[in-house]
C-alpha cells in the first residue's frame, strides 16, 4: 500500500493556484487553520489522505516486515518534497504543513525510538533518521516549544547524523542545500533560535572567543550568512553574526559585492548606534570600513575612520587610492568640513590637496555663492530688526523714554553682534568696514567684541582679513587692540595659512600682563585652532592655565585658556591638556573655583573627550578627588560631552536621575544634567523624540534651575532645525515671568532657527522686541536670537552633524556648548562683560551649499533635487532616499533634514553624500535620449 502511495505523490505537482483560493475560502468562512475543514476541496483531500499515509508507513506501527526501510525513506521522500515545494500567500499556512501538524507526536516519538547508534548501525537507518529529524525540525518551527529550540535540536542531531554518512563513505546520501532548500522562513526561524543558544551557552561558562564549543552552531552560521546575503536579507545576515560575536565572517564572504556592499554597510553603520558595549561599537564600525575599502570606496571608508575618530586611518586611504586624483580631492573637501588637521606628504598634487584640506578656497565659494543668489548687499541690524514693523516703533523710535537712551551702549554692542552674525563671512558690512565710526559708539569692553566682528565680517578670507585688521593691532586703547588679535583668530577659523597668522600674531599677547589681552588672545587661538590638536598653541597656553597668582581676574585667564584648549584638541583625549586642568581644579582655592568662569574650565575638560565614550573614566576617577563642590558640575560636563551624540540610554537615565533632587540652590549641576539629555541624544532620531517627552515632564514637576535648562536642551537637539512644535514650545517659554527661563528659551529660538531666515520665528522675535521693550537683558537676547536666525543672509548653518548626518564635527559642537554653558548664567557672562564668548559660535559656522564642480574646481550646474531625507536603512531593493523633492540647478541650499540627489544621468558624483563641496565626472555610460 505505501509504494503505490508515493509512486502518487511523487508524480503530483502542487495546484499552488487552487491552494491559495482554498486558503482564501477557508478565511472567508471563519475556520480556525489548525481544525477540519468540511469544505475542503478535492485536491486537498487527497494531498491530506497522501500525506498521512506515508507517516503512516513511515512510523509502520504494525511493524509489517513487508515495510522495509528504504520503502519508509521513499515515503519520507515524498514528506519533504511536498514540505520544500510547497507555496503559500502570505496569510496561509502550507497546506502540508498543516495536514502533518496531528502527526508531529507520532513522528517525534517514533524519532525518539530512534535513540542509540544500534538502532542505527545500518546506514539506511542512519539515513531515514537523518531525513526524520529534517522534516521534525520544520515541523518544530511552528509546533515544537519555543523556548526548548526544538527546531535547532532537531536539526544539530540531523547534521551529526549528515556527519556520520560522509565518515562512512555515503556524501551522495547527504544534500548540498540542506539548509536554504527549506525556504526562507524556515532559515530565519533557525537564525533566531542559534542567537538563543549561543547565549545559553556562553551564560553557562563557555568562552566566547573560542569557536571549539560552538563549532556546530557557526558551521550553520556558515552556511545560513550567505544564503541570507543571495537572497537581498542582509540586514537579518548581519543581525546573526552580532548574535554568535563572529561579524568579522562578513569580510571573508564572496557573496558581498558591489551590488549589496552599501545596504550592509549602512545597515552595520546606523545598527552601531545601539551598541552598549564600546568594543561592539568599534566592531561593527570597522567591518564597515573594511567592506568599503575592499570595494575601493575610500569615500565611504574616509567617513567611517572620521566616525570612530581614527585618524590615523586617512594615510593609508590615501596611499590606497593614488591613482584616483578626484577621490582624492574629494577626500580632502570631506577632511576640510571635518576640520581635520592633516597633512598630505608625497603626492604630486600634495599642495593642492593641502589647499583643500586648510579650506583656501571656502571664503571664495561661498561669496560665489552668495553672487549666484544675489545675497551680496551688506544689511544692517535694522534691515534685521524691522522696527517699523512693529505696533510700537520698537527700539530704535522709543527715544522719548530715558530707558532706551540710557542703555544705549547695551543696544550697541547687540548690533554689533547682529551685524557681525548676519554679514558672516560677506566681506562688507555698514558698520564696520567703511570707518571707524561704530567703534567708538561702543564703550570699553563694547568696544572689543566691535573690533572683533570685523573677524566675523571678513570669516575665512586670511589675506583680505589681516590688511583691515592689522591698523587695530596698534590702536592706543586696549580693548580695540584685544578685539583686533580675536578678529585675528576668528578670521582664521577652520582656515589653515602657511603663514600662521593667529599663532604669530597672538603669542606675545598671551604671554603679556595685560589681563583684556591675555584673554583675547586665548580666546582667539581657541577658535583659530578649534579641532587642529596643535602643540605649539598647546605649549602656549598650558603655563596660562597653571598659574595660580591673581586671585578673581586670573581665574578668568585661566578659564578661557583652558576652554581654548578644550576647543583645540576637542575629542582628541589629550592627557597633558586634561591632567593640566585636572590638576588646576584640585589647587584651585574656594574664592576661584566659586568664580563664575570656572564653568568654562570645566568645560574645556568635557571637549576633550567629545563623543569618546569610555575613554573618560581615568579622568571622572580623578575629578573625584576634587572637593569643591564644581567637581559634580565637572564630573556630569565630562560625562555628558564624552557620550554626545550616542543616544546611549544608560546615560541618559543617569542624567534623569541627577534631575530628581529637589534642590533650588547649588543646582548647577542639574542644569548641565538637562542639556547633558539633549546632548547624548542629538543626531539620533528616536532617543531625541523620547528625549522631548522627558523634558516635558522636566518642565511641570522640576525646579527652577532645571526648568531653567530645558529651552537650552531643546535647542542642542534642533540646531539650525526649526521644527514647529520646538518652537512653538520655546515661544510660550519666553513668555516665563521668570527672567533666566525666558531669556534662554530667546536665545533657544536663535539657535534652532539658526541661518535660516525662518520668517514665523522672525515674527515671533519681533512681537518680543516689542514685549520686552523695557528690559534690556531680554532686549540683548532678542537682538542676539534675530542675528543668529539671519546668520550669513541665510545661507550658514551651525549644526554640527555633516556627510548626511553621520559625522559630529567636535570643533562646531564646542562652539555651540560655549554658547549654551554661557546661558547657564547669562548676567555673568553675556549681559556682562564676556560676550566676545559669543565669537566661539564662528567656529560651528558652514555654508549649508551644494556646489557642484569639475576637477578643476570650476563650477558645472546640473540639475538637483532636494527634498526631506527618507531613512532607508534595512530596506531591499532600492528605496527612495528623499521624498516632496523640488528640482533645482546648483548651486543649492540644504536644510537640515533635507538630502540632494542628481537629477541627471549625464554626470556622476565622485561622493556618494551630496553636500558642501562635490566634485563630477563624466557619466561613460551615459547615452542622451534621441530627440533631444
Same mark, same amino acid.
Given at each position: 500500500?505505501?509504494?503505490?502511495?508515493?509512486?502518487?505523490?511523487?508524480?503530483?505537482?502542487?495546484?499552488?493556484?487552487?491552494?491559495?483560493?482554498?486558503?482564501?475560502?477557508?478565511?472567508?468562512?471563519?475556520?480556525?487553520?489548525?481544525?477540519?475543514?468540511?469544505?475542503?476541496?478535492?485536491?486537498?483531500?487527497?494531498?491530506?489522505?497522501?500525506?498521512?499515509?506515508?507517516?503512516?508507513? @513511515?512510523?509502520?506501527?504494525?511493524?509489517?516486515?513487508?515495510?522495509?526501510?528504504?520503502?519508509?525513506?521513499?515515503?519520507?521522500? @515524498?514528506? @519533504?518534497?511536498?514540505?520544500?515545494?510547497?507555496?503559500?500567500?502570505?496569510?496561509?499556512?502550507?497546506?502540508?504543513?498543516?495536514?502533518?501538524?496531528?502527526?508531529?507526536?507520532?513522528?517525534?516519538?517514533?524519532?525518539?525510538?530512534?535513540?542509540?547508534?544500534?538502532?542505527?548501525?545500518?546506514?539506511?537507518?542512519?539515513?531515514?533518521?537523518?531525513?526524520?529529524?529534517?522534516?521534525?525540525?520544520?515541523?518544530?518551527?511552528?509546533?515544537?516549544?519555543?523556548?526548548?529550540?526544538?527546531?535547532?535540536?532537531?536539526?544539530?542531531?540531523?547534521?551529526?547524523?549528515?556527519?556520520?554518512?560522509?565518515?562512512?563513505?555515503?556524501?551522495?546520501?547527504?544534500?548540498?542545500?540542506?539548509?536554504?532548500?527549506?525556504?526562507?522562513?524556515?532559515?530565519?526561524?533557525?537564525?533566531?533560535?542559534?542567537?538563543?543558544?549561543?547565549?545559553?551557552?556562553?551564560?553557562?561558562?563557555?568562552?566566547?572567543?573560542?569557536?571549539?564549543?560552538?563549532?556546530? /552552531?557557526?558551521?550553520?552560521?556558515?552556511?545560513?550568512?550567505?544564503?541570507?546575503?543571495?537572497?537581498?536579507?542582509?540586514?537579518?545576515?548581519?543581525?546573526?553574526?552580532?548574535?554568535?560575536?563572529?561579524?568579522?565572517?562578513?569580510?571573508?564572504?564572496?557573496?558581498?559585492?558591489?551590488?549589496?556592499?552599501?545596504?550592509?554597510?549602512?545597515?552595520?553603520?546606523?545598527?552601531?548606534?545601539?551598541?552598549?558595549?564600546?568594543?561592539?561599537?568599534?566592531?561593527?564600525?570597522?567591518?564597515?570600513?573594511?567592506?568599503?575599502?575592499?570595494?575601493?570606496?575610500?569615500?565611504?571608508?574616509?567617513?567611517?575612520?572620521?566616525? $570612530?575618530?581614527?585618524?590615523?586611518?586617512?594615510?593609508?586611504? =590615501?596611499?590606497?587610492?593614488?591613482?584616483?586624483?578626484?577621490?582624492?580631492?574629494?577626500?580632502?573637501?570631506?577632511?576640510?568640513?571635518?576640520?581635520?588637521?592633516?597633512?598630505?606628504?608625497?603626492?604630486?598634487?600634495?599642495?593642492?590637496?593641502?589647499?583643500?584640506?586648510?579650506?583656501?578656497?571656502?571664503?571664495?565659494?561661498?561669496?560665489?555663492?552668495?553672487?549666484?543668489?544675489?545675497?551680496?548687499?551688506?544689511?544692517?541690524?535694522?534691515?534685521?530688526?524691522?522696527?517699523?514693523?512693529?505696533?510700537?516703533?520698537?527700539?530704535?523710535?522709543?527715544?522719548?523714554?530715558?530707558?532706551?537712551?540710557?542703555?544705549?551702549?547695551?543696544?550697541?554692542?547687540?548690533?554689533?553682534?547682529?551685524?557681525?552674525?548676519?554679514?558672516?563671512?560677506?566681506?562688507?558690512?555698514?558698520?564696520?568696514?567703511?570707518?571707524?565710526?561704530?567703534?567708538?559708539?561702543?564703550?570699553?569692553?563694547?568696544?572689543?567684541?566691535?573690533?572683533?566682528?570685523?573677524?566675523?565680517?571678513?570669516?575665512?578670507?586670511?589675506?583680505?582679513?589681516?590688511?583691515?585688521?592689522?591698523?587695530?593691532?596698534?590702536?592706543?586703547?586696549?580693548?580695540?587692540?584685544?578685539?583686533?588679535?580675536?578678529?585675528?583668530?576668528?578670521?582664521?577659523?577652520?582656515?589653515?595659512?602657511?603663514?600662521?597668522?593667529?599663532?604669530?600674531?597672538?603669542?606675545?599677547?598671551?604671554?603679556?600682563?595685560?589681563?583684556?589681552?591675555?584673554?583675547?588672545?586665548?580666546?582667539?587661538?581657541?577658535?583659530?585652532?578649534?579641532?587642529?590638536?596643535?602643540?605649539?598653541?598647546?605649549?602656549? /597656553?598650558?603655563?596660562?592655565?597653571?598659574?595660580?597668582?591673581?586671585?578673581?581676574?586670573?581665574?578668568?585667564?585661566?578659564?578661557?585658556?583652558?576652554?581654548?584648549?578644550?576647543?583645540?584638541?576637542?575629542?582628541?583625549?589629550?592627557?597633558?591638556?586634561?591632567?593640566?586642568?585636572?590638576?588646576?581644579?584640585?589647587?584651585?582655592?574656594?574664592?576661584?573655583?566659586?568664580?563664575?568662569?570656572?564653568?568654562?574650565?570645566?568645560?574645556?575638560?568635557?571637549?576633550?573627550? /567629545?563623543?569618546?565614550?569610555?575613554?573618560?573614566?581615568?579622568?571622572?576617577?580623578?575629578?573625584?578627588?576634587?572637593?569643591?563642590?564644581?567637581? &559634580?558640575?565637572?564630573?556630569?560636563?565630562?560625562?555628558?560631552?564624552?557620550?554626545?551624540?550616542?543616544?546611549?540610554?544608560?546615560?541618559?537615565?543617569?542624567?534623569?536621575?541627577?534631575?530628581?533632587?529637589?534642590?533650588?540652590?547649588?543646582?548647577?549641576?542639574? $542644569?548641565?544634567?538637562?542639556?547633558?539629555?539633549?546632548?547624548?541624544?542629538?543626531?539620533?532620531?528616536?532617543?531625541?523624540?523620547?528625549?522631548?517627552?522627558?523634558?516635558?515632564?522636566?518642565?511641570?514637576?522640576?525646579?527652577?534651575?532645571?526648568?531653567?535648562?530645558?529651552?537650552?536642551?531643546?535647542?542642542?537637539?534642533?540646531?539650525?532645525?526649526?521644527?514647529?512644535?520646538?518652537?512653538?514650545?520655546?515661544?510660550?517659554?519666553?513668555?516665563?515671568?521668570?527672567?533666566?527661563?525666558?531669556?534662554?528659551?530667546?536665545?533657544?529660538?536663535?539657535?534652532?532657527?539658526?541661518?535660516?531666515?525662518?520668517?514665523? @520665528?522672525?515674527?515671533?522675535?519681533?512681537?518680543?522686541?516689542?514685549?520686552?521693550?523695557?528690559?534690556?537683558?531680554?532686549? =540683548?537676547?532678542?537682538?542676539?536670537?534675530?542675528?543668529?536666525?539671519?546668520?550669513?543672509?541665510?545661507?550658514?548653518?551651525?549644526?554640527?552633524?555633516?556627510?548626511?548626518?553621520?559625522?559630529?564635527?567636535?570643533?562646531?559642537?564646542?562652539?555651540?556648548?560655549?554658547?549654551?554653558?554661557?546661558?547657564?548664567? /547669562? &548676567?555673568?557672562?553675556?549681559?556682562?562683560?564676556?560676550?566676545?564668548?559669543?565669537?566661539?559660535?564662528?567656529?560651528? $559656522?558652514?555654508?549649508?551649499?551644494?556646489?557642484?564642480?569639475?576637477?578643476?574646481?570650476?563650477?558645472?550646474?546640473?540639475?538637483?533635487?532636494?527634498?526631506?531625507?527618507?531613512?532607508?536603512?534595512?530596506?531591499?531593493?532600492?528605496?527612495?532616499?528623499?521624498?516632496?523633492?523640488?528640482?533645482?540647478?546648483?548651486?543649492?541650499?540644504?536644510?537640515?533634514?533635507?538630502?540632494?540627489?542628481?537629477?541627471?544621468?549625464?554626470?556622476?558624483?565622485?561622493?556618494?553624500?551630496?553636500?558642501?563641496?562635490?566634485?563630477?565626472?563624466?557619466?561613460?555610460?551615459?547615452?542622451?535620449?534621441?530627440?533631444?
Amino acid at each position: 500500500m505505501a509504494p503505490e502511495g508515493s509512486d502518487k505523490a511523487v508524480s503530483m505537482t502542487a495546484g499552488t493556484d487552487k491552494k491559495k483560493k482554498d486558503a482564501a475560502k477557508s478565511k472567508k468562512s471563519g475556520k480556525d487553520a489548525a481544525g477540519e475543514e468540511p469544505t475542503m476541496s478535492e485536491e486537498d483531500q487527497e494531498l491530506k489522505e497522501r500525506l498521512e499515509t506515508c507517516v503512516s508507513t @513511515v512510523v509502520n506501527e504494525a511493524e509489517e516486515a513487508s515495510v522495509t526501510v528504504p520503502i519508509r525513506l521513499k515515503a519520507l521522500d @515524498v514528506i @519533504v518534497t511536498e514540505l520544500r515545494s510547497a507555496t503559500s500567500s502570505m496569510t496561509s499556512v502550507p497546506k502540508p504543513l498543516k495536514f502533518l501538524r496531528p502527526q508531529f507526536a507520532k513522528i517525534k516519538d517514533l524519532y525518539a525510538s530512534f535513540s542509540g547508534d544500534e538502532a542505527v548501525s545500518d546506514i539506511e537507518m542512519l539515513v531515514l533518521r537523518a531525513r526524520l529529524a529534517d522534516v521534525l525540525a520544520v515541523l518544530a518551527m511552528t509546533m515544537g516549544k519555543h523556548e526548548e529550540r526544538e527546531s535547532l535540536k532537531f536539526k544539530l542531531s540531523a547534521f551529526k547524523d549528515y556527519d556520520a554518512l560522509t565518515t562512512r563513505g555515503q556524501a551522495s546520501r547527504v544534500d548540498d542545500d540542506n539548509l536554504g532548500s527549506w525556504g526562507h522562513e524556515f532559515v530565519r526561524s533557525l537564525a533566531g533560535e542559534i542567537g538563543q543558544e549561543y547565549n545559553a551557552r556562553v551564560l553557562e561558562g563557555e568562552d566566547p572567543d573560542d569557536d571549539t564549543p560552538f563549532s556546530d /552552531l557557526l558551521s550553520m552560521v556558515d552556511v545560513i550568512v550567505p544564503f541570507h546575503v543571495s537572497h537581498n536579507a542582509e540586514a537579518e545576515a548581519v543581525d546573526l553574526l552580532i548574535e554568535v560575536q563572529r561579524l568579522k565572517k562578513l569580510l571573508d564572504l564572496d557573496s558581498i559585492d558591489g551590488n549589496n556592499y552599501g545596504r550592509i554597510c549602512l545597515y552595520l553603520i546606523k545598527t552601531a548606534d545601539f551598541m552598549s558595549d564600546p568594543d561592539d561599537y568599534t566592531e561593527m564600525l570597522e567591518t564597515a570600513f573594511e567592506l568599503f575599502r575592499k570595494q575601493s570606496q575610500y569615500f565611504d571608508a574616509l567617513r567611517v575612520a572620521l566616525r $570612530m575618530g581614527k585618524e590615523d586611518l586617512i594615510a593609508d586611504l =590615501f596611499s590606497q587610492c593614488s591613482e584616483d586624483a578626484l577621490m582624492k580631492k574629494q577626500m580632502c573637501l570631506l577632511l576640510a568640513r571635518h576640520r581635520v588637521n592633516y597633512e598630505v606628504e608625497d603626492d604630486e598634487d600634495e599642495d593642492d590637496l593641502n589647499e583643500l584640506i586648510g579650506n583656501a578656497q571656502l571664503s571664495e565659494q561661498f561669496l560665489k555663492l552668495a553672487q549666484d543668489l544675489d545675497v551680496m548687499d551688506p544689511k544692517t541690524p535694522e534691515d534685521i530688526y524691522k522696527s517699523h514693523l512693529a505696533e510700537t516703533g520698537g527700539f530704535s523710535r522709543r527715544r522719548d523714554t530715558g530707558g532706551a537712551q540710557v542703555d544705549s551702549a547695551r543696544a550697541n554692542l547687540a548690533s554689533t553682534f547682529v551685524n557681525a552674525f548676519v554679514n558672516a563671512g560677506f566681506g562688507q558690512d555698514k558698520l564696520m568696514t567703511p570707518d571707524n565710526e561704530w567703534l567708538y559708539k561702543n564703550k570699553d569692553h563694547g568696544m572689543m567684541s566691535a573690533a572683533a566682528s570685523l573677524g566675523s565680517i571678513l570669516l575665512w578670507n586670511v589675506e583680505e582679513g589681516l590688511t583691515q585688521i592689522d591698523k587695530f593691532l596698534y590702536s592706543s586703547e586696549d580693548y580695540v587692540k584685544a578685539g583686533a588679535a580675536l578678529a585675528v583668530g576668528i578670521l582664521s577659523s577652520g582656515v589653515k595659512n602657511d603663514a600662521d597668522p593667529a599663532l604669530a600674531l597672538l603669542t606675545e599677547h598671551v604671554e603679556g600682563d595685560n589681563h583684556t589681552m591675555k584673554c583675547a588672545a586665548c580666546t582667539g587661538l581657541g577658535i583659530a585652532y578649534a579641532g587642529s590638536a596643535r602643540e605649539e598653541v598647546m605649549d602656549l /597656553l598650558l603655563p596660562v592655565v597653571e598659574s595660580s597668582e591673581g586671585g578673581a581676574t586670573n581665574m578668568l585667564e585661566v578659564s578661557l585658556a583652558g576652554l581654548a584648549l578644550g576647543m583645540i584638541y576637542a575629542g582628541k583625549c589629550d592627557e597633558t591638556v586634561g591632567s593640566t586642568i585636572v590638576q588646576r581644579l584640585m589647587e584651585g582655592t574656594e574664592e576661584e573655583l566659586d568664580h563664575s568662569h570656572a564653568r568654562f574650565l570645566c568645560l574645556g575638560l568635557g571637549l576633550l573627550f /567629545l563623543g569618546r565614550m569610555e575613554m573618560a573614566d581615568a579622568m571622572l576617577e580623578a575629578l573625584r578627588t576634587v572637593e569643591h563642590k564644581i567637581a &559634580k558640575y565637572a564630573a556630569i560636563v565630562l560625562e555628558t560631552c564624552a557620550y554626545a551624540g550616542t543616544g546611549n540610554v544608560l546615560k541618559i537615565q543617569e542624567m534623569l536621575h541627577h534631575c530628581t533632587e529637589h534642590i533650588s540652590e547649588d543646582a548647577d549641576h542639574q $542644569m548641565v544634567a538637562v542639556i547633558g539629555i539633549g546632548l547624548i541624544t542629538m543626531g539620533e532620531d528616536v532617543g531625541a523624540e523620547m528625549a522631548l517627552r522627558s523634558f516635558d515632564h522636566l518642565l511641570h514637576y522640576c525646579e527652577l534651575p532645571i526648568k531653567r535648562a530645558v529651552p537650552l536642551a531643546l535647542a542642542i537637539l534642533h540646531v539650525s532645525n526649526p521644527d514647529f512644535t520646538v518652537i512653538d514650545q520655546l515661544s510660550r517659554l519666553s513668555h516665563d515671568p521668570d527672567a533666566e527661563i525666558s531669556q534662554n528659551a530667546v536665545l533657544a529660538m536663535g539657535i534652532v532657527s539658526a541661518g535660516t531666515n525662518n520668517s514665523r @520665528v522672525a515674527g515671533l522675535l519681533r512681537q518680543l522686541s516689542e514685549f520686552y521693550n523695557k528690559e534690556a537683558g531680554h532686549i =540683548f537676547c532678542v537682538r542676539i536670537a534675530q542675528g543668529l536666525l539671519h546668520m550669513g543672509k541665510g545661507l550658514m548653518t551651525l549644526n554640527p552633524f555633516h556627510s548626511d548626518r553621520m559625522l559630529m564635527s567636535g570643533p562646531a559642537l564646542g562652539g555651540l556648548l560655549v554658547l549654551v554653558h554661557s546661558c547657564m548664567d /547669562l &548676567k555673568n557672562t553675556l549681559l556682562d562683560k564676556s560676550h566676545f564668548l559669543l565669537y566661539y559660535l564662528t567656529c560651528a $559656522m558652514n555654508p549649508r551649499m551644494l556646489i557642484t564642480v569639475n576637477d578643476d574646481m570650476s563650477w558645472r550646474s546640473v540639475t538637483a533635487r532636494v527634498g526631506q531625507a527618507v531613512e532607508t536603512v534595512g530596506q531591499a531593493g532600492k528605496p527612495k532616499t528623499i521624498t516632496g523633492f523640488q528640482t533645482h540647478t546648483t548651486p543649492v541650499l540644504l536644510g537640515t533634514q533635507e538630502r540632494a540627489e542628481l537629477g541627471t544621468e549625464e554626470v556622476l558624483s565622485v561622493s556618494n553624500v551630496l553636500e558642501g563641496i562635490v566634485i563630477l565626472k563624466d557619466n561613460p555610460d551615459y547615452e542622451p535620449e534621441e530627440g533631444n
